[in-house]
């Protein structure tokens, strides 16, 4: 029997407000990416999943354990990432 | 300083209440309304959708870069979600100081960084029954300057 492997990969949990729920069909979802995975590299992920996560834009603006956050942000496991649509609070 | 996001109706007289002293000369209540038409179109009502917890700090940021900047801190705001009716206030916002000046600016920075950052966001409901989210602006600090896509 193989030794499992151990950190290779992290988990983060995705989050989907408003239109981009409506479009994904989702609120929340975990996604599994490699260490050392960035923002840029989870939009990818996900885009590449096709239909219909790949309704969502090239980049979003995203919020990382709910801070506004860069494309090129690194990500750790247990990460909760917000997927944000263009605000319009008020 | 009081700053809340949820779904209750606001109580826009007692939101004004928390703020003002012996000090304070001037104290003004701004409330943001459900009103009835969006570009030309007419509107039944408005759901509005939140990043609860991240709003909540988000909020109490603002409140305290507008008492920072502004020589207040009595001030207090309110944003409310959920189905809202025409006529029901989605926003409030009190502030008081011992001259006008600061009150006026405290109110229009909170109001507008409340548009600009604030992870809240607004379906209108129309009056033949269909709706649609209100297009927003992308946040301070999430993008590089090559991004042209939101």
């Not at chain 1, 193989?2 to 988990?11: E, K």
């Not at chain 1, 407000?17 to 990416?33: H, I, M």
Request: hydrophobic content about 35%; glycine content about 8%; some cysteine.
């Amino acid at each position: 029997m193989a030794t499992p492997q151990r950190n290779v990969s992290i988990s983060v949990n995705t989050i989907f407000f408003a239109l981009y729920r409506d479009l994904v069909g989702t609120s929340t979802l975990e996604v599994e990416l490699h260490q050392g995975a960035t923002v840029a590299d989870l939009v990818e992920e996900l885009r590449g999943r096709g239909a219909p996560f790949d309704s969502l834009p090239t980049e979003p603006a995203t919020a990382v354990n709910q801070t506004y956050a860069m494309p090129d942000q690194r990500l750790g496991s247990g990460d909760e990432v917000a997927f944000i649509p263009p605000v319009a609070g008020g | 300083m009081h700053c809340h996001v949820g779904p209750e109706e606001i109580d826009s007289a007692a939101l004004l209440s928390r703020v003002g002293s012996d000090e304070d000369g001037a104290a003004i209540l701004f409330t943001g309304v459900v009103r009835n038409h969006a570009d030309g179109r007419p509107v039944s009502g408005m759901r509005y959708d939140s990043y609860v917890e991240m709003s909540q700090r988000e909020l109490r940021s603002i409140a305290a870069e507008a008492a920072e900047r502004l020589g207040t801190d009595r001030l207090a705001v309110e944003h409310r979600i959920g189905e809202l009716q025409i006529g029901d206030i989605s926003v409030a916002i009190a502030v008081s100081s011992p001259h006008r000046a600061e009150s006026f600016d405290a109110t229009r920075y909170v109001i507008e960084e409340i548009k600009k950052r604030l992870p809240v966001w607004k379906k209108e409901h129309y009056e033949d029954g269909t709706n649609a989210w209100v297009s927003g602006t992308r946040p301070p600090g999430t993008s590089t300057p090559s991004t042209t896509s939101s």
